[in-house]
């Protein structure tokens, strides 16, 4: 008896596993308001607008007015970046700010890349979409979506752009062009704010997708780290006829199962799939990721229950804005830069792409707004949200940056994205990939395109 009741539970489990196991469910695509008050009857303008990025002499001087009146705690002595921003070194970039810094100039450099609006869902989505100067006889080009994310935003984007637009005046072969659309999230610089709870990750992703069929693009490719994987992924769940390819630089994989193989990986890796450079990203453990994740996820547990509190502060002071930003500049870029007293920052970026990165918070003030995103998101706790449980049926990229905050192996990657056919480990490189190493992360976009057209 006892054998026949476990030889169906066994058989039971077994039948379960091939039905369960690489079922494609989808997201369903609803439907969503966003703007102020009520919806209104009439049809939604579809119209997509020029935009361009201003400034005026208002503008820049009460920047400066402010700036001139922070006031500065002195650091501990040899705290480097240890307690967050060391306040020796802020005193540098306060001064370059103030003295140095050419905000007008860097608006021209923000407006190189033709900007636009349009509405979707309530909301005035900014976006830049960039096309090729030039293709040869014959060919079209990919749509590529680049999605950023906290505390980036589509400035990220501006270095690797014509490598993907204009490879063969770049060094590299025309045999992959690409046309480039970098949207804002909601609530970051230019993209209006809902006005209205739970604007998540996958109410952003159907809102791309409709900007994406908008510019006429049936089907598409993307690409995105940070919230910007997250989104993409969603965007894969809910229209994976739409999406060609999926490339990220970051993943979210929730699965109890990991965490265990995690303990009892240093000795038995091997089985559990883990390749040699796999267990150098991953192990000591503790310090890998339960030191790293606690030390790094301060910022997190605010954002995720009152973000509107601290964003007061951030909102009102541009210095105080600068240190909270620029700080993830250098622990996420590389969590050894912890230990200079300049927190690294400028071995890997010029203080012009920083300020101009923390500009587009303050002059469109959307810190608030863009730390709510993390409530939305992750305030109801994890596996919260169905699209946390579901795989991605979509052919996907993976580039593996040696200092993102948490490696993630292939093996766990290919768990939620089945049709995982690229899989890189980057040479260097942290969270900020685009922005950081514009170079290699277009390298891994080619590969995976190569890849995928072999198929």
């Not at 997509?48 to 650091?75: A, C, G, M, Y």
Request: aromatic residues 14%; glycine residues 8%.
């Amino acid at each position: 008896m006892w054998l026949e009741i476990l030889l169906a539970s066994v058989l039971g489990f077994v039948i379960y596993w091939f039905i369960s196991r690489d079922k494609e469910e989808t997201l369903p695509l609803e439907d969503g308001w966003w703007g102020p008050g009520t919806r209104p009857t009439a049809r939604e303008d579809e119209s997509i607008r020029p935009f361009k990025v201003e400034t005026s002499d208002e503008e820049i001087n009460d920047l400066h007015q402010r700036i001139d009146k922070f006031r500065l705690t002195p650091p501990l002595e040899d705290s480097h970046f240890h307690y967050g921003f060391n306040s020796n070194y802020l005193k540098k970039i306060i001064s370059y700010w103030r003295n140095e810094f050419d905000w007008k100039k860097q608006v021209d450099i923000l407006n190189r890349y033709p900007h636009f609006k349009t509405k979707i869902e309530g909301l005035d989505i900014h976006f830049i979409h960039v096309k090729p100067p030039q293709l040869p006889s014959g060919r079209r080009p990919k749509p590529l979506l680049m999605v950023h994310g906290w505390p980036g935003s589509f400035y990220e984007f501006y270095k690797i752009i014509p490598l993907l637009t204009d490879p063969r005046n770049h060094g590299l072969s025309d045999e992959h062009i690409f046309e480039v659309i970098c949207p804002s999230i909601p609530g970051y610089s230019f993209s209006e704010a809902s006005s209205k709870k739970g604007f998540n990750s996958v109410a952003t992703a159907r809102i791309f997708y409709k900007l994406m069929l908008r510019l006429g693009f049936q089907e598409f490719y993307i690409q995105g780290g940070d919230w910007g994987a997250l989104i993409c992924t969603n965007m894969a769940q809910l229209a994976p006829s739409h999406v060609k390819g999926l490339h990220l630089n970051m993943a979210l994989i929730l699965r109890n199962f990991f965490t265990l193989t995690l303990l009892l990986g240093r000795r038995f890796g091997g089985l559990f799939g883990y390749t040699e450079r796999d267990m150098e990203l991953m192990y000591p453990f503790k310090e890998k990721f339960f030191y790293s994740i606690m030390r790094e996820s301060g910022y997190m547990h605010i954002q995720c229950t009152k973000p509107d509190t601290v964003g007061c502060a951030l909102n009102d002071s541009p210095v105080g804005l600068a240190a909270y930003i620029l700080e993830k500049f250098s622990t996420w870029t590389n969590s050894e830069f912890r230990y200079l007293e300049d927190g690294g920052l400028e071995r890997k970026y010029s203080l012009d792409d920083l300020l101009t990165n923390v500009m587009l918070y303050w002059t469109t003030g959307t810190i608030v707004s863009s730390q709510r995103y993390y409530k939305e998101n992750l305030g109801q706790g994890w596996m919260a949200h169905k699209h946390e449980r579901l795989k991605v049926h979509v052919p996907t990229g993976f580039a593996a940056f040696p200092c993102e905050l948490v490696h993630v192996p292939e093996k766990w990657v290919k768990f939620k994205y089945p049709k995982l056919i690229s899989y890189s480990y980057m040479a260097r490189g942290g969270h900020f990939a685009a922005f950081e190493e514009p170079e290699l992360l277009a390298q891994d976009i080619r590969k995976f395109m190569s890849v995928l057209e072999r198929q």
